[in-house]
């Protein structure tokens, strides 16, 4: 069965240096997502890609977040620096085109930052 | 008031119980309507979705809608140990994004 990719699964930094999170979308999905999910409380969208283009993100900090889908596939997401609140799981998800319902979820990376 | 609540629990129940997980909103806009499951440490992982009002059934698991009251249920039946996760409800309307609420923490007792 097809499944997202993520990594690393776990991530410690200290507060401000610069942390990057890889996702692997299931191929042959053209939309991938970013989400932050806070313990205790339900993820939240960071950005939204539709093949290499940013569709969505209204709700990254773009003073310190990043994210990239070059070639319209995988994509990474950066924190630079980091900050103690970004502490939380990041989980990347994809969908196929026109089925935003149906996203399927990786793993996600925990970020603690000292 | 957020666009989505929900009992963060915990719930406790015994192996074999109904269980039922409940979501209500207030954006009257939302046209569907999600049940993920996370597990401890894994990514949220789609149960179901149901459009618009209605019942949808799926093994042991049952989602209702009730839009008139923007109230969302699913239910579970003959609940199993391994059922033990958390429950996410979720919605969206149109291309917005999907809005979570904070999931319901389930504990089925063997």
């Known amino acids: 069965e097809a499944e997202v990719a993520q990594s690393p699964r776990y991530k410690i930094t200290e507060k401000s240096q610069a942390v990057a999170f890889w996702c692997d979308p299931i191929s042959g999905h053209a939309t991938l997502y970013w989400y932050r999910q806070i313990l205790g409380q339900g993820p939240e969208l960071l950005v939204q890609?539709?093949?290499?283009?940013?569709?969505?993100d209204s709700q990254l900090p773009k003073d310190r977040f990043s994210a990239e889908r070059l070639k319209g596939v995988d994509s990474t997401l950066k924190i630079q620096p980091a900050e103690l609140g970004d502490s939380a799981m990041y989980l990347c998800?994809?969908?196929?085109?026109?089925?935003?319902?149906?996203?399927?979820f990786g793993p996600g990376t925990r970020l603690t930052v000292t | 008031q957020k666009e989505v609540e929900q009992d963060p629990g915990p719930l406790s129940v015994p192996e074999g119980a109904i269980v039922s997980l409940n979501c209500t909103y207030s954006?009257?806009?939302?046209?569907?309507f999600m049940w993920y499951r996370q597990y401890s440490r894994k990514g949220p992982e789609l149960l179901m979705y149901?459009?618009?009002?209605g019942n949808k059934e799926d093994g042991r698991f049952t989602a209702q809608v009730d839009k008139s009251s923007k109230y969302i249920s699913l239910f579970i039946r003959d609940s199993q140990p391994s059922d033990s996760a958390t429950y996410l409800c979720a919605m969206i309307s149109g291309n917005t994004p999907l809005v979570f609420g904070k999931g319901t923490r389930l504990s089925v007792i063997a």
């Open positions: 954006n009257s806009a939302f046209q569907y």
């Open positions: 998800a994809s969908s196929l085109s026109g089925g935003p319902y149906e996203q399927y």
């Open positions: 890609f539709q093949d290499e283009s940013v569709v969505d």
């Open positions: 149901t459009y618009s009002s």
